[in-house]
């Protein structure tokens, strides 16, 4: 099986600030990675698949980079919408969550 | 508008059995594949199962395998999810989900989500 891992678990910032997560995958996947924000009580959206790809309506602040085992989720300018829990998921042999990294105001 | 509705969840014994049920409109629900995917209280997300868009492919998580079994009725537009022999740690809330492309199950992302239902497996 394919482990996801994500860090930091926890990430404090300010509106403004350019953030990152990392997402590690235990193998190799190519770019079959996908990011996916999530708010309490609310199902995750789709933000970035392919990688670096980014989903039709998501703002421009939102990019994503990686190959292999390494990948990267930044956030230019974080903005008051922002503050949520993503998650990275690898889809390159069925499919598997990474634990999740909740973006708190500082 | 595209949407997935899910609904069957509540309260239920250790041991027991439910069915959950995923409702799409706004696209041609026979030809996407859709996943369950669970969230467990203040935790992450798991993949549980996938069925291909002409119902002649399924996988399971290990966690579920032999326990759960999905299916589909294409001519309603809806997806299902039989549980049995729940236990403690199948409490969470199920979100039904389409794969990206149509026809496509492998190597694709989740594009559409239903607001999930709650399933609460106690004694």
């Known amino acids: 099986d394919i482990q996801m891992t994500q860090s930091p678990s926890t990430l404090s910032a300010s509106v403004g600030d350019r953030v990152a997560i990392t997402c590690r995958a235990s193998?190799?996947?190519?770019?079959?990675l996908a990011w996916y924000q999530q708010k309490p009580g609310k199902a995750p959206k789709l933000l970035i698949s392919?990688?670096?790809s980014l989903e039709s309506g998501v703002p421009s602040r939102f990019s994503g980079s990686g190959s292999a085992t390494e990948f990267t989720l930044t956030i230019s300018s974080l903005q008051p919408d922002d503050f949520a829990t993503y998650y990275c998921?690898?889809?390159?042999?069925?499919?598997?969550f990474g634990q999740g990294t909740k973006v708190e105001i500082k | 508008q595209v949407h997935l509705v899910e609904s069957g969840g509540g309260v239920v014994q250790p041991g027991r059995s439910l069915r959950l049920s995923c409702a799409a409109s706004?696209?041609?629900?026979?030809?996407?594949?859709v996943h369950w995917v669970r969230q467990a209280p203040g935790k992450g997300l798991e993949w549980v199962a996938v069925?291909?868009?002409?119902?002649?492919?399924?996988y399971y998580a290990d966690s579920v395998k032999g326990r759960f079994t999905v299916s589909r009725d294409n001519s309603k537009s809806t997806l299902y999810l039989q549980m049995n022999s729940l236990r403690d740690e199948d409490t969470a809330v199920y979100y039904c989900?389409?794969?990206?492309?149509?026809?496509?199950?492998?190597?694709?992302?989740?594009?559409?989500w239903g607001q999930g239902t709650m399933v609460t497996v106690s004694p």
């Open positions: 989900a389409r794969g990206v492309g149509r026809i496509q199950l492998w190597l694709s992302a989740f594009d559409i």
């Open positions: 706004g696209f041609t629900f026979s030809s996407y594949s």
């Open positions: 069925m291909s868009h002409d119902g002649s492919n399924k």
């Open positions: 193998q190799s996947i190519s770019t079959w």
């Open positions: 392919k990688a670096s």
């Open positions: 998921q690898q889809y390159d042999t069925y499919w598997t």
